[in-house]
């Protein structure tokens, strides 16, 4: 085993080993969150992962941003293929360790050349839209600071991987025509042949040398991007699964009860009920959310989902209005609020130690809360089944329930409720006055 081979083995433990206890992580804090059962009809669910995560059906509904990700999409996900011969080559000193598989091999080479074409010209276009362009979505008061350079940072991470791919598959083929060393004939390269003249007046060695270290920095490079995905919106890469299964099926006008409060009032309604036994259901010791462990376990993968695209804070009515309200940023608090507590988790070797702080107020006002209109417009549009809207619910009904802190015009509704039986201001006894108009 060589000194390269032992390198190479080194980089790799240390990269996956780095990704796992990340991602260990992330599953920590997202089982922060209270027990709910999303296991029922299977098979709707992995048709949504396949059509939504896997198809991209809801990205489509914009055409040009959603064709120019499935490109992207596709063509990071197909090429890194590649990473398996990478892999084996580096573990095993050898050179293009499947080009036994002759005609297949070159026609997967030169697919893999033209989608990263493909993939430059699309990132391309995205840094554009995103910098020259400046779409109202990718400007919103919500993407200042890191999550509108994490943004990107990822592109300039495309470019750079494509652009290492077809130098090193230039120099190689360079290599392949002048008959050096070990580098013989393997694949086809519609692409980057057109780069060879690049190398003219290099000698064979030189080329060489540029060959091995695009090669090495093809494959560190692709070991920090999956690295960099844990600090980065582009978790969604891996979540987008996970979370377009587990969505909620309900019908998106639906909004859950409280259990034990339903079932205290049916209770109450019930004239054979014994005021004395105890209760079947105990009441939480909480309602609603303040804090992002009062959320269930799902609205906290939602947040780690979140691919920040601004989707749902584009069709939001009330941010239409000029209302403080973006379910993107409640998204985005809610993910940074969670990685507060996970690392205070980590700082105080796995307890929560309570520092003052809490998802409502620090991260989300009321304001924002209120300003919704439950309208279920962020959940429609977005493209990976994320919901803002149940987060919203659970901390409006934390306010109302727990602090009595709603606003005046629906603590007006609900005294009208209880003591006129109707959310109007009127007698109990004109109640039916309309049936004799």
């Not at 209302?323 to 940074?336: A, E, N, V, Y």
């Not at 089944?385 to 409006?396: Q, T």
Request: some cysteine; proline content about 4%; charged content about 15%.
């Amino acid at each position: 085993m060589n000194s390269n081979t032992i390198i190479f083995a080194l980089l790799l433990v240390v990269g996956i080993g780095f990704f796992i206890n990340n991602i260990r992580k992330i599953i920590r804090n997202i089982n922060l969150g209270t027990n709910i059962n999303r296991s029922d009809n299977q098979s709707q669910r992995w048709a949504n992962m396949a059509i939504i995560a896997l198809g991209q059906s809801k990205m489509i509904k914009r055409p040009v941003a959603g064709i120019l990700h499935i490109i992207v999409y596709l063509g990071f996900v197909i090429i890194n293929i590649e990473v398996i011969e990478i892999i084996i080559d580096g573990l095993f000193g050898t050179h293009r360790v499947l080009s036994f598989m002759n005609g297949f091999y070159d026609f997967i080479i030169a697919s893999f050349e033209i989608l990263a074409v493909l993939v430059l010209i699309s990132v391309f276009i995205f840094l554009a839209r995103r910098n020259s362009i400046k779409l109202k979505r990718f400007i919103h008061s919500d993407l200042k600071g890191w999550p509108k350079s994490d943004a990107n940072y990822i592109l300039y991470f495309e470019v750079v991987l494509m652009s290492l791919f077809l130098l090193m598959n230039a120099a190689d083929y360079h290599l392949q025509l002048s008959g050096y060393s070990h580098y013989n004939l393997a694949g086809s390269f519609p692409i980057s042949h057109y780069l060879n003249p690049l190398f003219n007046g290099f000698s064979n060695s030189t080329v060489a040398l540029i060959e091995r270290a695009a090669w090495w920095l093809h494959i560190t490079g692709i070991l920090i991007f999956l690295n960099y995905l844990y600090y980065s919106k582009h978790l969604h890469i891996l979540l987008a699964f996970p979370n377009t299964f587990y969505a909620d099926l309900n019908a998106k006008g639906k909004i859950d009860n409280l259990e034990a409060v339903t079932n205290e009032v049916k209770l109450m309604l019930d004239p054979n009920a014994n005021p004395f036994e105890a209760p079947e259901n105990i009441a939480p010791s909480k309602f609603g959310a303040s804090d992002v462990q009062d959320l269930n376990w799902v609205q906290l993968m939602n947040s780690y989902s979140c691919t920040e695209c601004g989707r749902c804070t584009s069709v939001c009515p009330a941010n239409q209005t000029g209302k403080k309200l973006s379910p993107r940023k409640i998204m985005m608090d809610t993910r940074d609020r969670l990685e507060e507590v996970g690392k205070n988790i980590d700082t105080n070797k796995g307890i929560f130690v309570a520092d003052n702080k809490a998802l409502l107020n620090d991260y989300i006002t009321p304001e924002e809360l209120w300003a919704c209109t439950s309208c279920n417009a962020c959940v429609e549009e977005c493209p990976i089944s994320i919901s803002p809207l149940s987060i919203i619910m659970e901390m409006r009904r934390y306010l109302v329930m727990e602090q009595s802190a709603a606003p005046m015009s629906i603590n007006a509704m609900m005294s009208n409720i209880e003591n006129n039986g109707a959310p109007w201001q009127y007698n109990q006894q004109d109640r039916l006055n309309w049936k004799n108009e």
